[in-house]
């Protein structure tokens, strides 16, 4: 799949931030192993990062922050 010009410099602009390769945003990465027999690829997380910035509103923003964080721990 390609993406846009925009999205290549947002996905940069995040690896950037993050100090790591925008290869890691390919859904062809190895995934990361988090417990015993469950694994994320970083292409996982990049979904989640892309429906966050679609939310407009700032209160829901937080609540969706709030429910992430509360399931990690």
Do not use: W
């Not at 890691?24 to 990361?32: E, G, R, T």
């Not at 937080?62 to 964080?69: E, G």
């Amino acid at each position: 799949m390609r993406l846009t010009a925009a999205a290549d410099d947002t996905l940069r602009q995040i690896s950037d931030a993050l100090g790591i390769t925008v290869a890691l945003f390919s859904p062809n990465v190895i995934p990361l192993r988090v417990q015993a027999g469950e694994t994320v690829g970083l292409h996982e997380a990049t979904a989640l990062v892309q429906a966050y910035l679609r939310i407009e509103d700032a209160a829901t923003r937080q609540r969706c922050l709030a429910f992430v964080q509360a399931a990690t721990a």
